[in-house]
Antibody, heavy 121, light 107 residues
């Protein structure tokens, strides 16, 4: 069965960078796109970008364009989200999600458990 | 960007009642609209895709309808486990956008 397992909670200071990982299993890793979505405490869902684990192509939300990088390690079936220049506004739960079909914009059918990133001085 | 507006923002209903959540898009989506359920402390779960396709394993009391700019999610007969926040999401164009969520409380 498809599983996405994310790395553990992080505590960071303003200005720091954070990297969140998402390890996939139960299917062929390179066959399906991923998205990253975040959720600030008590708030709704915010899309950060889409990543193609096959060729490494990506499309970031404009809001994060300058300080986000999505990558992958095909040998471990893991994708990574790096967010730089953190502020308190980046305090959120970060989710990786895999699409259902072979189009990158099909529904987000599988989700990781979420990774809480807390930013505080 | 396509703006997604849900209504109501919250509602409270009794077990067995029928409820409907609406989602309006600022541009036509055709049928590229999905619904997610998020229980407290959990990741979102895909309920309905392409406006009206129920995902495998989702109870049949959930249904979706609509096209273009107006969509609805209906729960036919509420159960306690339906207490959650529901989000619509458009996948018609980037950036992907979500509605602000509708919090459903079961009395």
């Amino acid at each position: 069965q498809v599983q996405l397992v994310q790395s553990g909670a992080e505590v960071k200071k303003p200005g720091d960078s954070v990297t969140v990982s998402c390890k996939a299993s139960g299917y062929i890793f390179t066959n399906y796109y991923f998205h990253w979505v975040r959720q600030a405490p008590g708030q709704g869902l915010e899309w950060m970008g889409i990543f193609n684990p096959s060729g490494g192509g990506r499309n970031y939300a404009q809001k994060f364009q300058d300080r986000v990088t999505m990558t992958r390690d095909t040998s471990t079936s893991t994708i990574f989200l790096e967010l730089r220049s953190l502020t308190s506004d980046d305090t959120a739960v970060y989710y990786c999600a895999r699409v259902r079909g072979d189009n990158g914009y099909t529904p987000l059918a599988y989700w990781g458990q979420g990774t809480l990133v807390s930013v505080s001085s | 960007d396509i703006q997604m507006t849900q209504s109501p923002s919250s509602l409270s209903a009794s077990e067995g009642e029928r409820v409907t959540v609406a989602c309006r898009a600022s541009q036509s989506l055709s049928h590229n609209l999905n619904w997610y359920q998020q229980r407290a402390g959990e990741a979102p779960k895909l309920l309905i895709s392409d406006a009206s396709s129920l995902q495998s394993g989702v109870p049949s009391r959930f249904s979706g309808s609509g096209s273009g700019t107006y969509f609805t999610l209906t729960i036919a007969s509420l159960r306690p486990e339906d207490s959650a926040t529901y989000y619509c999401q458009q996948s018609s164009s980037t950036p992907i956008t979500f509605g602000q969520g509708t919090r459903l409380e079961i009395k």
